[in-house]
């Protein structure tokens, strides 16, 4: 059976929790919501931050939402290079031994152990698990079309209710295969 899926190409951004916000925006403060992703009940919100290091910083760090029950730094190798950071590649809210970084807002500023890149992952149901045959496997290997394309391996499958089928990349991976959000790929079968 083919298994194409479309890919949303994420860049660096920040999630939080409801004690880091107030700390970074003020108390009682609510994220406003500027569009809707592509998983049900996530946005991304007008919301930006500056992340720093003693080396270097990054502003205009988009905020997700809603805010969660960690606070979590997700960045690029290629950020991690301007940052001189070495965060680990991990899946979201493995935050164990991740790297610390400042996240500087405009009331405050908080440091946190929550920085990591994150793993190349699939969002799917367990009806789309059962569907395709996927049950007893926790990564797959994906066929990337085109002039730069290739086989990426070690691609996490991320199960949730209601998820949104699609392929999530940082822009290291999507920029080394010129893959852009909304190209189609192929989950390759064993």
């Known amino acids: 059976m083919m298994m194409k899926i479309s890919v949303g190409v994420s860049n660096r ?14 108390v009682s403060y609510e994220l406003t919501k500027a569009a809707d992703l592509t998983q049900p009940g996530q946005f991304k919100c007008n919301e930006t931050l500056t992340i720093k290091t003693n080396k270097s910083e990054i502003s205009n760090v988009r905020v997700l939402g809603p805010t969660r029950l960690y606070t979590q730094v997700e960045i690029s190798k290629t950020d991690a290079y301007k940052l001189g950071l070495n965060p680990p590649i991990r899946n979201s809210g493995d935050l164990i031994d991740s790297e610390e970084i400042t996240i500087v807002g405009p009331k405050g500023e908080i440091t946190t152990n929550g920085c990591i890149i994150a793993t190349r992952h699939i969002h799917l149901s367990e009806e789309q698990m059962r569907y395709y045959k996927l049950e007893n496997k926790e990564t797959v290997n994906v066929l990337l079309p085109g002039s730069k394309g290739g086989i990426i391996t070690n691609v996490y499958l991320k199960t949730a209710p209601n998820s949104f089928f699609e392929l999530h990349l940082d822009t290291d991976d999507a920029n080394a295969h010129m893959i852009k959000s909304g190209d189609i790929v192929e989950i390759l079968e064993d």
């Open 13 to 26: 951004h920040i999630h939080l929790n409801h004690s880091d916000l107030e700390k970074l925006f003020g």
